[in-house]
């Protein structure tokens, strides 16, 4: 059973960092793809960042060159390096894994950005950030 618990949300202000953490567990090869998804209030599911099997990041406009995904797959980690973090930050952050993984070569809002295209979510870890 695939099992997702991200952790290391908090409060933040306004040009600070924050490091986001995803322990997964279950899968049984490592062909998946992973992803961070955010959530404000009365607003969409937003994917922001992914990573295919082979390391290959991208990510959204609104966080290229302020965050950084990376896996730790000897301690089956995800991680979410965020700095210069904006109060428009301020959501539920999710990670998500998908076993259909392809070659990541840029960021689709229509498949890496999908939230239906990912078939295992985390609970979600909340992000403040004041201004």
């Known amino acids: 059973q695939v099992q997702l618990v991200e952790s290391g949300g908090g409060s933040e202000q306004a040009g600070g960092s924050l490091r986001l953490s995803c322990a997964f567990s279950?899968?049984?090869?490592?062909?998946?793809?992973m992803a961070w998804f955010r959530q404000a209030p009365g607003k969409l599911r937003e994917g922001i960042a992914a990573?295919?099997?082979?390391?290959?990041?991208a990510y959204a406009d609104s966080v290229k060159g302020r965050f950084t995904i990376s896996k730790d797959n000897a301690k089956n980690i995800l991680y979410l390096q965020m700095n210069s973090l904006k109060p428009e930050g301020a959501a539920t952050y999710y990670c998500?894994?998908?076993?259909?993984?392809?070659?990541?070569?840029?960021?689709?809002?229509?498949?890496?950005?999908?939230?239906?295209?990912?078939?295992?979510w985390g609970q979600g870890t909340q992000v403040a950030v004041s201004s």
């Open positions: 998500a894994a998908d076993g259909r993984c392809t070659e990541i070569t840029e960021f689709d809002p229509g498949w890496e950005g999908t939230p239906g295209r990912y078939t295992h």
């Open positions: 279950g899968f049984t090869d490592n062909k998946y793809c």
């Open positions: 990573i295919d099997m082979d390391g290959n990041t």
